[in-house]
């Protein structure tokens, strides 16, 4: 659809969804099939790694992490390619590049910058690869080296990395910073300051997959990465921050399961999106369900494209202090929808209250005068009878 057409640091993608550097990935065919499902993108995943993270776990590398009997996160102890770079170039670019795809190449940042570089500089020469994404943040490593999120974490060596690839190549040039930091700002800022071209925030947040109870062992041998739907408050956090302290485009990832999470992520001002969590666990048809999702929206907006709405949420996100001194609301009820009042029953709500404010005698009774404006109780309330309001006078 030609409303999606996205401009990303001057590269024309179809749309702005992007395959990000994962499993999914992990050959030239997995990134063609990606392609064919109309993916705006594709990232391999990250090319080079020195030697002694070139080769994972091969003894179980996945934990889906569930609520119930829901999904929501993963975790996972998978580290960059296992293919070597010769390969990459001498067959699988190849594969992926067939029909004329998108493909930006992740390339996995050394300790010594001028090997990035170089390594980038070598993808660069295949002619087959539109721009590049400099991995600082895979969760895993933790050594002396400090390859991965540790470089991620550490704004001068942000600015080298991006120094060294501008140097060595002539497509644009951005990086993949790591959410496990408490503030990414000053490492987004090094990278513009050293000529990023973009910037992809995030990846996977340094984790751990849990026990197994029965026998005391962990149910992934390493620390891990943790992505999928749980993680996109995280990420969504650090995305608001650096759109507000940087210009160059950012490309959202993280937690991206539905067309609504795209738009989420545009209005906080990501030009493009990564998804790899929910294409793993459904397959490359899901990027077609999403691209429907948002073309219908477009429509129905009446939006030529999503221009119109990117960083529109940004000027609304305050400070808690100035969100403190807001004039206080109390929860109020709709008698026609809340189950208590129409039937009895339902207490739900006031399992929540802590402040005291919902009472049953024997019906619903709200309180307003102990009402701390929490909203909790709107939350949870099963059938939206509750809402936070003015409190009446
Ligand atoms: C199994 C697995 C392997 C991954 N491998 C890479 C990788 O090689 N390079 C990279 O930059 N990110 C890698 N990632 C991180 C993803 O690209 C992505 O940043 C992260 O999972 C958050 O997005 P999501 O919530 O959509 O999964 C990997 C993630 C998973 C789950």
Redesign the pocket.
Known sequence: MQKLKTNFAGVIMRNPLIL????TGWDGERCHQAWLNEVGAV?P??FAPPDKFAQHPRCG??KIIRHGKNRIG?V?I????TMTLEDWLKTDLEKAYQGGNCIIA?IVAHPNPEDTGINARKVQDSGRVAMF?I?V??PMPADQSRVGFQMGNDPETCYRQVKAVKGGVSLPVGI?LTPTTHNMVPMAQAAESAGADFLTI???IRSFAGVDIATGLPKLPAYG?Y??PA??PI?QRHVAEVAKAVKVPISA????TTWEDVIEYIMLGATTV?????I?WQGYGHFKTILKGLEEYLEREKLESLDAIRGKTLPYITTIEEASQRPALVSQVAPERCTNLKKGGCEVCGKVCFYGAIEFSPRLRLKPEHCDGCNLCVEICPVGALRLAAPER
Do not use: D, H, P, W
């Open positions: 990000a550097s994962a499993t990232v995943k990250s590398r996945m993963m996972n998978e580290l960059y390619t992740s994404e991995n943040s895979c993949k995030g990846n996977s990465g992505s999928g993680i996109k990420t990832c993280g937690g991206v990564q998804i790899c969590t929910s793993m």
